[in-house]
């Protein structure tokens, strides 16, 4: 690997990083289509994303608990059902054609940012207070206070599998499903998102490793930019409106499925 090349890789771990923590989503986003630009095969484009997610969805989990918004229960129950369903993911991703893989990560970031942009659209711009960034106690609303264990396993089910399957971090199916599902306030959303990532990740990671999917240098220099990043995304996501936080969201997600999407289908 060229100097440039991995100058670029931990670019694209920063910018994951400030996507992880301002979106509550993983950050594979980008870094699984940019590994590929950069040389990494389809499979290792999938696996080689992966350990970039803990540490990355950890750093900006610390950063919203400060701020008391994250929802322990919520993220709880959604990262241990995602486990299980992440191994299973992982599996099947070794046994399918990897170009269809990234056409459908793609789909499911268009139907996402879609699904996001809509719900932006319903909330009235106006401003919101800057939060305390002092440990307080976490604001349960009614819908977060009677969403039901069953749901909350089936999302994170879904979003487990996704994860494994794709590569992702699963985040683009929680973020969707928590704000326009469960009606759960945006920023809470993408606090409690990044726990659920974060614990499921775990298990994607070692079945990618075993089936030797991950490229260490590509995982590393991810790793080294995704931590600080997160810090930098979830500054910006707390000093920011709802509205303005669905809105880039469904934005970025149209515009990434788009490009990628294109360009995965014509290789096939």
Known sequence: MTWYVALAVFALGVSAGVLSGMLGIGGAVITTPGIRVLGATPLEAVGSTVPAILPSALSGTWRYARAGMVDW?????????????AVGGAWVSDLVNPHLLMVLTAILLGWSGVSTVRSGRRVRAQPEPEPALVPREPIITTTRAHTGTAMLTLVGSA??????????????????????????????????????????????????????????????????????????????TLGASDRTVRLVFGAFMVVVAAIYGTAELLAL
């Open 73 to 85: 229960r919520i993220g709880g129950i959604c990262g241990v059902a995602g486990s299980v369903l």
């Open 159 to 236: 979003a487990g599998f996704l994860a494994g399957l794709l590569g992702v971090g699963g985040g683009i199916v929680l973020m969707p499903a928590f704000t326009v599902v469960l009606r759960i306030p945006i920023k809470e959303a993408v606090a409690s998102s990044l726990v659920a990532v974060a614990i499921f990740s775990v298990p994607a990671l070692v079945t990618h490793v075993a089936l030797g999917h991950v490229n260490w240098w590509y995982a590393l220099l991810l790793m080294a930019g995704g931590a600080p990043g997160a810090q930098i995304g979830s500054h910006l």
